[in-house]
């Protein structure tokens, strides 16, 4: 399983380990339930879309060529910017999150380097060539294909502090 889909199963399972746990024994003692007493209030995955962070025109100047949006995947969390001739590619996958809920999910993942230069909850995942940060109540997943350099690190780090700059002015 990818390390995608593994992170998105890991905060589903933890948004409902967190609802269980919220629900507690509320009305054990009358036997009937209201919907509001086992369902949590349902967020959206995503409640902006990404590429009001992120333009098409902004990856294109960091990549240095034309890059173009896709339409969103995964119900609004998930846009790939890719180059006319399909070979670069820009992915970024966002979800609302808390910031212990971000933590825990970190600590779950095998450990990444560090990413000092865009906060403290920033990390790099050279195995995957995946950087991940928590900005202004999102996780934010970052990766860069590009065959024309020999690590993504850098540009997967100007990705990220682009989407941070445009989340913290709004």
């Known amino acids: 399983m990818n390390k995608r889909k593994w992170l998105a199963l890991a905060l589903a399972a933890m ?16 036997g009937d339930l209201a919907p509001s007493d086992y369902l949590p209030d349902a967020k959206p995955p995503l409640d902006i ?12 100047t960091i990549m240095g060529m034309t890059m173009t949006a896709s339409d969103p995947y ?12 399909g070979l670069h590619s820009v992915s970024v996958s966002m979800e609302n999150t808390t910031i212990p809920l971000y933590d825990a999910m970190i600590a779950e993942l095998s450990s990444g380097e560090a990413e000092s230069s865009l906060g403290y909850r920033a990390f790099w995942y050279g195995l995957t060539g995946e950087m991940i940060n928590y900005c202004e109540g999102y996780s934010i997943a970052v990766s860069v294909n590009d065959p024309t350099v020999s690590s993504t690190k850098g540009l997967c780090q100007a990705v990220m502090k682009k989407i941070v700059d445009n989340l913290q002015a709004k």
Do not use: F, Q
């Not at 948004?15 to 009358?30: Q, R």
């Not at 992120?54 to 990856?59: D, G, I, P, R």
């Open 49 to 60: 879309a990404i590429t009001d962070c992120l333009s098409a025109a902004e990856v294109s």
């Open 15 to 30: 948004m409902m380990l967190l609802g269980l746990v919220a629900c507690g024994d509320k009305g054990a003692d009358d």
């Open 74 to 85: 995964e119900h609004g969390t998930w846009v790939v910017y890719s180059s006319e001739d």
